[in-house]
């Protein structure tokens, strides 16, 4: 993975990347655990408490741009326990051991994905100072306007996916 330009989700490894201007650094932020919350009636994000990202980009004064994919929780379906064992593995470590299933393959239910159109919907920046020791309070504040950032995108662009109703929950 990096070969593709991957590097690990560790605030070391984002500080050193950023300090090149001319490079910019993706983080999926509900990750493993964002895996384990399914709801029908909505998309949750596993976000709540994923604050690390906020300080980071307080220490650098980097933008933050919140981008919510829609479709991909409807490319797969995981196949989870329901004691939760499987998920504790995962997170314990920090790689995914859940079993998926996309449409069938012959006999296997493991196969390709499900033809599930996929939206990208960019929202506006929030732009941070730079802040060499930030306090809670200022990851807290920025952090709220990630949230809200994440949250007008997906509200801005629901109903053009074809999901009018449906709500995105924060957890």
Known sequence: MKRVGAIAAESKEIKRVLTNKEEHVGVVLDGIAGMFQNDSNAERAWILQRKGIVKIAL??????????????????????????????????LNVSVVPFCGRPFGLLPFGPPYRTPVLVAIGDPVV??????????????????????????????????GWP??????V
Do not use: N
């Open 59 to 92: 220490t650098t004064g980097t933008p933050i741009v919140p981008v919510y994919g829609f479709g991909h929780s409807s490319m797969w379906r995981i196949l989870v326990d329901p004691f939760g064992i499987l998920e504790r593995i995962s997170l314990a």
């Open 165 to 170: 109703e449906k709500k995105l929950k924060m």
């Open 128 to 161: 941070v100072p730079k802040v060499e020791t930030p306090t809670q309070e200022q990851i807290d504040e920025y952090h709220g306007k990630l949230l809200e950032g994440f949250q007008h995108a997906f509200d801005r662009h629901k109903a053009a996916y």
